[in-house]
């Protein structure tokens, strides 16, 4: 039996995926603020520390993949964003990457967003990757949705710079991002996503309209699951065509 731990399982698309997972015979340790085997807050360092610990306790003989789910909207400050969606993601698989069998195929997944297809304020992203976090969280202030477009593009390049080091492809380890498009979760519905035209305009989504979090988790299980040996420092975008409306031929 595989063993996987997954932030953000209390509802969304963190609870699709420990659901999908669970129902293919799979022991899932889910993290979050409520509702979840493991309760912690991964906005602060210490919360991250203790779900660390936590979930090593109830791994037993180590795990078989790390989904890093939990995050937040453009509803809430940025500084807040940037430390979950960036810093919390970010540790969240870090810390539980020497827990990682080390025969067979196993890996991480970030879950980013579509938004890592859009202009973002660079020097957050920057701060980000090359600053404390202390620096990162202070530059966001109070703009959620500059900061969130900020956090998820950092998460995905930190993806593409990790995910070929020996840590990760030197050491057997896929590392992943999966960038949704609009899906109707509790978190889109506080943003009134589905609704409002501004976000179907940033975010067209040809094929189907919004998706809905169980059709986000197939993909998921696929990265972090015993069949995946070589997809590994992607970002795959799960958007009904909208990335490649957005940006056509521009693919780099």
């Given at each position: 039996?595989?063993?996987?731990a997954?932030?953000g399982?209390?509802s969304?698309i963190?609870?699709?995926i420990?659901q999908?997972l669970r129902?293919a015979g799979?022991?899932?340790i889910g ?6 085997d ?6 602060t360092k210490?919360g991250?520390l203790g ?5 090593k306790k ?7 993949g790390?989904v890093a789910?939990?995050g937040v909207?453009t509803?809430?400050p ?5 430390a979950?969606n960036?810093?919390?993601?970010r ?6 990457a020497?827990?990682?069998?080390t ?10 967003s579509?938004a ?6 660079q ?5 980000c990757l090359e600053g ?5 969280v ?5 703009d959620?949705?500059a900061?969130?477009g900020?956090?998820?593009t950092?998460?995905?390049r930190?993806?593409?710079?990790a ?8 050491a057997g380890?896929?590392?992943n991002?999966v ?6 979760t509790?978190m889109?519905?506080?943003a ?6 501004r976000f179907?305009e940033?975010?067209?989504?040809p094929?189907h309209g919004?998706?809905?979090a169980d059709?986000?988790a197939?993909l998921v299980?696929h990265l972090?699951?015993?069949e995946n040996?070589?997809v ?13 409306q957005v940006?056509?031929?521009v693919i780099?």
């Amino acid at each position: 039996m595989r063993t996987y731990a997954v932030s953000g399982a209390g509802s969304g698309i963190g609870l699709a995926i420990s659901q999908y997972l669970r129902k293919a015979g799979s022991q899932v340790i889910g993290v979050d603020l409520h509702e979840a085997d493991v309760i912690a807050d991964l906005s602060t360092k210490e919360g991250r520390l203790g779900a660390a610990t936590a979930v090593k306790k109830a791994a037993g003989d180590g795990l078989h993949g790390i989904v890093a789910c939990a995050g937040v909207s453009t509803m809430v400050p940025g500084r807040l964003v940037i430390a979950v969606n960036f810093f919390g993601a970010r540790d969240f698989i870090t810390s539980l990457a020497p827990l990682l069998h080390t025969e067979g195929n196993v890996g991480a997944v970030a879950i980013a967003s579509a938004a890592s297809s859009h202009p973002a304020d660079q020097r957050l992203v920057r701060s980000c990757l090359e600053g404390s976090e202390e620096q990162a969280v202070a530059a966001a202030g109070d703009d959620g949705r500059a900061a969130y477009g900020a956090s998820k593009t950092a998460l995905v390049r930190w993806v593409r710079r990790a995910a070929p080091t020996d840590e990760w492809a030197g050491a057997g380890r896929s590392l992943n991002a999966v960038s949704p498009g609009l899906v109707l979760t509790p978190m889109m519905a506080e943003a009134n996503a589905a609704e409002d035209p501004r976000f179907r305009e940033r975010y067209p989504m040809p094929l189907h309209g919004p998706a809905v979090a169980d059709q986000i988790a197939p993909l998921v299980a696929h990265l972090i699951g015993p069949e995946n040996s070589h997809v590994s420092g992607q970002n795959i975008f799960i958007d009904g065509a909208s990335e490649a409306q957005v940006r056509g031929d521009v693919i780099w």
